[in-house]
T-cell receptor
């Protein structure tokens, strides 16, 4: 059974610092990996999707890497801003489209 | 605007009173699914549908029903709600299963007394 782990569970950084969020998964037979952002009481917003054949994806200040063989993904957020404060979730998709989520990393960026 | 909508957003009900949470997407997506989010347990899939009239169980289907009569709609039915179904529910959709970005609705917060 696929297990997805996110470390750390919580992170607090001063504005301007780079953020590094980690995600690991136990079964490398994935179709893709998605990073989501969740604001308190709100839905999930997709940030980046990395197909299993890709090594990384970039969007603006966000960069996500994927090492399928070692079961790891890392989300980098450059030059963090207070508006980046949220919970970040990673999820791996199987061939049926089911997403297995990690528990999330709660990020606070202080001004 | 491309979106997934859910109704109602908040619901308080009593044990045993049947309820339906609606989900609709306007992106012509084939794949739709329901998740519930609970503290300490994260997000878990309840049911999914790969196309009209094709549905299957996720990880936690007990106590729930779904139907997919039209491509855009995927309602979640609780025939006899119980307090352990108190949760935050999310509907999601994607163009096809597995390979595409999944888009989530805003969530429905359900309290069963």
């Amino acid at each position: 059974k696929q297990e997805v782990t996110q470390i750390p569970a919580a992170l607090s950084v001063p504005e301007g610092e780079n953020l590094v969020l980690n995600c690991s998964f136990t079964d490398s037979a994935i179709y893709n990996l998605q990073w989501f952002r969740q604001d308190p009481g709100k839905g999930l917003t997709s940030l980046l999707l990395i197909q299993s054949s890709q090594r990384e994806q970039t969007s603006g200040r966000l960069n996500a890497s994927l090492d399928k063989s070692s079961g790891r993904s890392t989300l980098y957020i450059a030059a963090s801003q207070p508006g980046d404060s949220a919970t970040y979730l990673c999820a791996v998709a199987d061939s049926w489209g089911k997403l297995q989520f990690g528990a999330g990393t709660q990020v606070v960026v202080t001004p | 605007e491309a979106q997934v909508t859910q109704n109602p957003r908040y619901l308080i009900t009593v044990t045993g009173k049947k309820l339906t949470v609606t989900c609709s997407q306007n992106m012509n997506h084939e794949y739709m699914s329901w998740y519930r989010q609970d503290p300490g347990l994260g997000l878990r899939q309840i049911y999914y549908s790969m196309n009209v009239e094709v549905t299957d169980k996720g990880d936690v289907p007990e106590g729930y029903k779904v139907s997919r009569k039209e491509k855009r709609n995927f309602p979640l039915i609780l025939e006899s709600p119980s307090p352990n179904q108190t949760s935050l529910y999310f509907c999601a959709s994607s163009l096809i299963q597995g390979l595409e970005t999944q888009y989530f609705g805003p969530g429905t917060r359900l309290l069963v007394l």
